[in-house]
């Protein structure tokens, strides 16, 4: 089993940035295939993006250009840098690992004025 712990979240100004990390243990952090997910008030989870072992990375199409994702093998360690962030971004921000099927907690992000 992997466990997940996201941290980074917080209140935003729109046009401005957040760097979300997940520090995942429990297996070897290199193996894992890792996403993020992002789910709003009322709405349905929606996939954010996605890094596999090798670095190859994937992302939702309309969020493209605004937030990349990353890893750090050595910190057991996936990151999310969103930059330009809109009101629309706000949502629970949440750490997946594919193999498991296992979620983080959550880390809040509120993009207000």
């Known amino acids: 089993q992997v466990q997940l712990v996201e941290s980074g979240g917080g209140l935003v100004q729109p046009g401005g940035s957040l760097r979300l990390s997940c520090t995942a243990s429990?297996?070897?952090?290199?193996?894992?295939?890792l996403g993020w997910y992002r789910q709003a008030p009322g709405k349905q989870r929606e996939f954010v993006a996605s890094?596999?072992?090798?670095?190859?990375?994937n992302y939702n199409e309309a969020l493209k250009g605004r937030f990349t994702i990353s890893r750090d093998n050595a910190r057991n360690t996936m990151y999310l840098q969103m930059d330009n962030l809109k009101p629309e971004d706000t949502a629970v921000y949440y750490c997946?690992?594919?193999?498991?099927?296992?979620w983080g907690q959550g880390t809040q992000v509120t993009v207000s004025s």
């Open positions: 429990g297996s070897d952090f290199y193996a894992l295939a």
């Open positions: 997946h690992h594919y193999g498991s099927n296992s």
């Open positions: 890094i596999i072992t090798r670095g190859a990375t």
